[in-house]
């Protein structure tokens, strides 16, 4: 693929495709189903908000963020970025995990860490994690791959 043509996109586009392709790969049921009218669907949604044990290792919220990997003040940052609030009970749950990792402080978080409220506050999160590691990506290029399909792929 030449990436001398480019198929550039406005901002908004390029951000919904991206957000779209991740979203579908991170929390399939969520993205899927987030527009359901079934109930036994929308109850599925609602499970698929709170934090999920992604692996072993990994318990995931939204659309992908690792609550066990991602540093607590890092977490509480992405928040912020995505115009959602984190109460300081919520930050304590990471904290005690990250000065203590165990099966009862794993257990703490996924029993006690908020729900997102909708799929809208999954998908403002996500933004704010991918903006994140977007920027990051340019750094170690040292140049920038415009919005484009090909930047996406």
């Not at 550039?8 to 009218?37: H, P, Q, V, W």
């Not at 005690?96 to 999160?125: M, V």
């Given at each position: 693929?030449?990436?001398?043509?480019?198929?550039?996109?406005?901002?908004?586009?390029?951000?919904?495709?991206?957000?779209?392709?991740?979203?579908?790969?991170?929390?399939?049921?969520?993205?899927?189903?987030?527009?359901?009218?079934?109930?036994?669907?929308?109850?599925?949604?609602?499970?698929?908000?709170?934090?999920?044990?992604?692996s072993a290792a990994s318990i995931a919220i939204g659309y992908g963020?690792?609550?066990?990997?991602t540093p607590p003040d890092e977490v509480a940052g992405f928040y912020?970025?995505?115009?959602?609030?984190?109460?300081?009970?919520?930050?304590?749950?990471?904290?005690?995990?990250?000065?203590?990792?165990?099966?009862?402080?794993?257990?703490?978080?996924?029993?006690?860490?908020?729900?997102?409220?909708?799929?809208?506050?999954?998908?403002?999160?996500?933004?704010?994690?991918?903006?994140?590691?977007?920027?990051?990506?340019?750094?170690?290029?040292?140049?920038?791959?415009?919005?484009?399909?090909?930047?996406?792929?």
């Amino acid at each position: 693929m030449s990436l001398t043509h480019v198929h550039t996109l406005d901002l908004e586009s390029y951000k919904a495709l991206r957000n779209d392709r991740i979203a579908e790969e991170e929390n399939g049921n969520l993205f899927r189903f987030k527009n359901t009218t079934n109930p036994s669907l929308q109850a599925l949604v609602q499970r698929n908000l709170k934090p999920i044990l992604d692996s072993a290792a990994s318990i995931a919220i939204g659309y992908g963020l690792d609550l066990l990997k991602t540093p607590p003040d890092e977490v509480a940052g992405f928040y912020t970025v995505a115009g959602l609030t984190l109460s300081p009970a919520a930050i304590q749950l990471l904290k005690d995990y990250h000065n203590k990792p165990s099966q009862q402080t794993k257990q703490a978080i996924l029993k006690g860490f908020p729900a997102l409220q909708s799929e809208t506050d999954a998908r403002k999160l996500l933004g704010a994690v991918v903006g994140k590691f977007e920027s990051q990506l340019d750094l170690k290029l040292g140049y920038h791959i415009g919005e484009s399909n090909e930047r996406i792929r």
